[in-house]
């Protein structure tokens, strides 16, 4: 049965020296780098130029706001 099996699919189109295998190694290879690319950047914590004006921003309001609230007594 597996031998009947193999040779109706003809399973040589997907070995490496074929175009189609090599197709699919380059695929796999670019897919395993996108990977690695993007685990490497989530461990980094790099943050983005808009992350840091919106945080910036927050801290201004937040010390405005504790300004506000305890004024310097002269």
Request: glycine share 6%; charged share 25%.
């Amino acid at each position: 049965m597996i031998i009947s099996l193999s040779t109706a699919l003809d399973l040589k189109i997907f070995s490496p020296g074929e175009p189609l295998g090599i197709l699919i190694i380059l695929l796999g290879l670019i897919f395993t780098g996108m990977i690695f690319y993007i685990i490497y950047a989530v461990s980094t914590n790099k943050e983005s130029l808009e992350d840091k004006k919106i945080r910036t921003k927050k801290e201004y309001l937040q010390k405005e706001k504790i300004g506000k609230l305890f004024p310097k007594k002269k």
